[in-house]
């Protein structure tokens, strides 16, 4: 009797060595039947159970039980919301740990440099479906940077273009929380401590950054565009930077695209034709480089930059020699201006805008 029962226990325990083998075999397996590039919304309050049997029903695993049943025994831990990509097969140990973990699909969006606030509104809606004008609203709580710049009114300038990665339903808030910690980190970081403006520089600093980033996209020149504005400040000349003409139209919402005499003439202190000095404050969002640029302007006796039509620019000390350099450009890119726009300015803008009147700076 006793050996009979010794031998069921044997085989009992065989059993369950065979089950509980087999079962860590499934556990661990992926499912080879998997139909590949799976996008999964779990909406929040969805039970252990609904979700393992969508699991099950989407194909993402063979069966729901061996992750329902391990969650079942793992009571502290909590299937988070979220929307999931399955990209290739996984198995049950692998899924379970990614909703675990809460590893949720992200969806990259890129701010470039020199990006204004009304820019970024617009993509985050096209790359991420976000009210633009809520971002709007998010982003002109000019307190959330007070500590830094007393002056703000709004974030312009302080929202750091790079690419940011965000879940499915990632609020305006959210983005611009993300973006001003990122300056934050910049400005802590990457500028050293002995050279760390005071409050009221700072303002100056970012506001002439996003001037110089506006103007050009070349490493090397934003030093020497920088000596040029501070060269204007200094002798009392008007910077007349056509970006700061574009930003007073697009906060007066009547920028149709291309610059206008109507623009160039439009009375907003923003408007560096009609009020020397710098603008109030920043008009875009410099990169890294352009603040730089700013903190560290070139030692220059240049005074008039003109597009280069290559992306760059060309330089020069005297009216006389940026006149000519002018005249190269316009036949160059084969621009005939007519009589009412001959002004010398001091520059053409950004180099990638088609300009619209006889922009020379």
Known sequence: MKRVVLVALLMALVLAIAVGA????????????????????????????QIARLLEERGVIESRW????????????????????FDHPLSPADVYLKLVRGDVHLYSVTIPEGSDRFDMARIVQRDLGVDPQAFLRASEDGGAIHDLDPKADTLEGYLFPDTYF??????????????????????ATRIPPESQPSPDALRQVMTLASLVEKETPVHDERPVVAGVFRKRLKIGMPLQCDPTVI???KLAGRFAGTIKQSDLNFDSPYNTYRHAGLPPGPIA??????????????????LYFVSDDRGGHFFSRTLAEHNRK???????????????????RVGSGSASRKVQHSKSR
């Open 166 to 187: 965000f879940p499915r339903g990632v609020t305006a808030e959210q983005i611009v929380t993300r973006m001003l910690s990122r300056c934050r980190r910049v400005l």
């Open 285 to 302: 969002s410099p990169g890294e480089a352009a603040i730089r640029a700013a903190l560290w302007p070139a030692e220059t006796d240049f």
């Open 247 to 249: 930003y007073a139209a």
């Open 66 to 85: 061996p992750i329902w049943v391990r969650h079942m025994l793992n009571r502290g831990a909590t299937l988070k919301a979220g929307e999931y990509s």
């Open 326 to 344: 002018v005249a190269r450009y316009r036949r160059e890119v084969g621009i005939r201006c007519e009589a009412d726009h001959s002004t010398s």
């Open 22 to 49: 087999g079962s860590v075999y499934q556990w661990r397996r992926p499912y080879k039947n998997y139909p590949g590039n799976l996008m999964l919304v779990l909406e929040q309050g969805t039970s252990s159970y």
